[in-house]
Nanobody
Framework: QLQVVESGGGLVQPGGSLRLSCAVS????????IGWFRQAPGKGRKTVSCISNSGGTAVFADSVKGRFTLSRDNAKNTVYLQMNSLKSEDTAVYYCAARSTQNNRFDVCRMYGTDPDLKMYDYWGQGTQVTVSS
């Protein structure tokens, strides 16, 4: 059974940095599109970033472009979201999710970028809290 586990959240001051990890078990990143999402209190869940299974496509929401980056460690089956220059408005619960591309399923990141139907992602983590506050 595929599992997705996020970690790395915490409390950080404005302008600071955090690195979130998304560790996957039960499959390999070669077959998984990984998305990062966030949900602020009282608001809907929104896409922050995604990376295709090939690693060839990575997109970011306009609100985080130039501040957030993605990287992958295939040996550890882990995707990292590096968050720099954090702002109070980045405060949210951050979720990682995966979509399998096996059986010719399409790459949701390449096709929909940061505007997918969230139901297109099959497996979700439990979330990790990021709080940006002085």
């Amino acid at each position: 059974q595929l599992q997705v586990v996020e970690s790395g959240g915490g409390l950080v001051q404005p302008g600071g940095s955090l690195r979130l990890s998304c560790a996957v078990s039960g499959s390999t990143l070669d077959y998984l599109v990984i998305g990062w999402f966030r949900q602020a209190p009282g608001k809907g869940r929104k896409t922050v970033s995604c990376i295709s299974n090939s690693g060839g496509t990575a997109v970011f929401a306009d609100s985080v472009k130039g501040r957030f980056t993605l990287s992958r460690d295939n040996a550890k089956n882990t995707v990292y979201l590096q968050m720099n220059s954090l702002k109070s408005e980045d405060t949210a619960v951050y979720y990682c999710a995966a979509r399998s591309t096996q059986n010719n399923r399409f790459d949701v990141c390449r096709m929909y970028g940061t505007d997918p139907d969230l139901k297109m992602y099959d497996y979700w983590g439990q979330g990790t809290q990021v709080t940006v506050s002085s």
